[in-house]
Each structure stands twice: as C-alpha cells, then as structure tokens.
C-alpha cells in the first residue's frame, strides 16, 4: 500500500510537471509565430509599397515616414527574436532570422532611394558581424563604438548583416557589392573599411553621403546648405531639405514640415482601411487608390495667415484642415 502511494505521487508529479512544460512551448511556439508572421507581413508590405511606387512618382513624405516605422517595428521584432536563438526553437530560428534579413535589405534599398531622390539626411552604415567566435573582441569594439555614435548622432541607420553565413547565403550579394573579406568590416557611403577606424574619419565619410546635391533640382548652379529643415511643396506632394533646396526648384509657395501622407486603400492590392475609416477613391475606375478618411473628424478653427496664403490638406487620417503656406 505504501509503495502503490509513492507511485501515484510521482506520476502525479510527472504528469504536473509535463502539463506545465506544455503549457510554457504552446505560448512560447505562439510567440515565436507571432515574430515570424509579422516579418510575413513586412515583406508584403514592401512589395505593395513598390508597387505603389512603380505607378505613381516619388512620394518622399510616405518613403521616409515608412524608413521610420519598419526600422522601428524591425528593432523590436529582432529583440525579440534572438530569446530564441539558444533554445529548442533553434531549428525555426533560422528560417525566421533569413525573413528579419530580408527585411533589414529592403528597408537599406529604401534608404538609399530617400537619400537621392529625396535629400534625406539619413545616414546609413552597413555593419558585416560574425555569427560564431571569430571576430569577438574586434567586433565588440565596433558595436560599442557604432552605439555610441547612434546615440549622438540620431541620423545614422545601422544596417547589421552576418559575414558569409551559410544560412543566409542572400546577404552575400552585399558582401560582393563592396568587397567585403572578413568579419567586422562597415561600409560606409560605398567606402569599405575592414579594420577600427577613429569616429572622426568615421564622421568625414558618414558626413559626404549628405552633401546637398539634389538630383531633381534644375538649377545646377544652386548650393544650399545640408541644414535639414524640410517644406513640402503641395503642387507635387514632395518634401525638400529646406527652404533653399525648394526656391531652387522653382517652388514659390511652401508648407513646413514634411509633407503629409494618409494611409492608402483600394489599389491592385485591394488595401483596406481601418474600421473607423472609409476609403475614398480617386476615380470609378477598376483598382483605383485612394485614402482612408475617419468617421471622426475633428472640426478645425479658421486661421489667419500672412498673405491670406491659406489652403486646406489631409491629415494623417485622411480629415481635410486648413494650413498657412509660405513663399520664397
């Protein structure tokens, strides 16, 4: 009888102990899906952003507010994501960790198409890290020193790819681009550098991707400074660097700030908006676009501007307010 009680003790406890063991993979095989699908869904977003793009012109206020975002949203989801890199999810890892690459990529190809077509100061630095143990000291001593250089200068971007991996075969088209042979190399503005650099020839290089050469401004004989203080120019919806950069476009009346863009709907890709918005259309044509308008639009109070220089713009959710414009 004694024995029989110790039995049904320890298979009580086995099967306690095998419940909560369950119980902890079921919400942490969650989790871990959740992080995946969620670079599922970036990756799509991209490709509907180049779709956009291909049909319509550069919309420099959309590009860099979405830089924004999926850096954002990318930062988190790798936090995230290396929690598992260790554990029995090991297998899965990889998979997920090649989708948070592709990502980081398409966000650089943004990047680099917000820095010509659209003056951004954004200042991107590609960073080629070991997974394993060959680069431990080297490579902690740059990612202190790019950390540091983060946090003083908030412009800079860094893009982290792993060196010849055999995981992440696609990252190589990177290393291949700019002759990258070892671990613990940047590449800053198509310049390589595969050793410690001091911050200030880091700065010089990271200081020529800015300067103010705007490719869509005619006047060639127009030098601006690179002080980034952004109009938006709402004949064409496109943001200049500044005032300067905009008079030497031809723009004679201006709106401060970037210029502002509410979230698109309808398209090829069918978008939807959110439950408390619609989408208004530009046309009664098959896929047309449009933007999504809130059901709850507040009612702004008139203004008085200079000039009586006064019109009206949608705001991020889609609801029309009136703003002073500027001219040069």
């Known amino acids: ?45 991209y490709q509907i952003d180049q779709l956009y793009s291909d049909f319509n012109q550069t919309d420099c206020g959309y590009i860099n507010s979405s830089i924004l975002k999926k850096s954002e949203i990318l930062q988190n989801l790798n936090s995230k994501l290396e929690n598992y890199k260790d554990n029995f999810f090991k297998s899965d890892y990889y998979g997920t960790k090649k989708n948070l690459l592709l990502v980081n990529m398409f966000i650089l ?67 291949k681009k700019y002759n990258v042979t070892k671990s613990g190399t940047l590449v800053i503005n198509g310049k390589t550098f595969d050793s410690i650099q001091t911050n200030e020839t880091l700065l010089k290089e990271l200081n020529s991707i ?24 709402l004949n064409t919806n496109k943001t200049y660097g500044n005032k300067c950069a905009a008079k030497c476009d031809g723009v004679t009346s201006y709106l401060s700030g970037e210029c502002i863009v509410p979230k698109m709907c309808g398209g090829i890709a069918g978008l939807p908006c959110d439950e408390n918005s619609y989408c208004k ?47 040069n």
């Open 281 to 327: 259309l530009d046309g009664n044509y098959p896929d047309a676009s449009g933007i999504c308008i809130s059901n709850d639009c507040p009612i702004y109070s008139s203004l008085l501007c200079k000039n009586n220089e006064i019109t009206t713009i949608y705001d991020l959710n889609g609801c029309q307010k009136p703003v002073c414009l500027e001219s």
């Open 109 to 175: 190809n943004l990047v680099d198409k917000s820095i010509v077509e659209c003056k951004s100061e954004i200042k991107p630095i590609l960073y080629f890290y070991s997974e394993d143990d060959s680069c431990t000291i080297e490579c902690e001593s740059l990612e202190v020193q790019l950390d540091n250089l983060k946090s003083v200068y908030p412009e800079i971007r860094i893009f982290a790819f792993p060196y010849k991996f055999k995981e992440f075969e696609f990252t190589q088209i990177l290393e």
């Open 210 to 233: 800015n300067k103010f050469i705007d490719n869509n401004v005619n006047n060639s004989n127009c030098i601006c400074t690179m002080e980034y203080a952004p109009v938006c120019d």
């Open 1 to 45: 009888m004694g024995k029989s009680i110790y039995i049904v003790a320890l298979v009580a406890t086995i099967t306690l102990f095998s419940l909560i063991f369950f119980s902890i993979n079921s919400i942490e095989t969650q989790r871990f899906n959740s992080i995946d699908n969620d670079l599922k869904n970036m990756i799509f977003e």
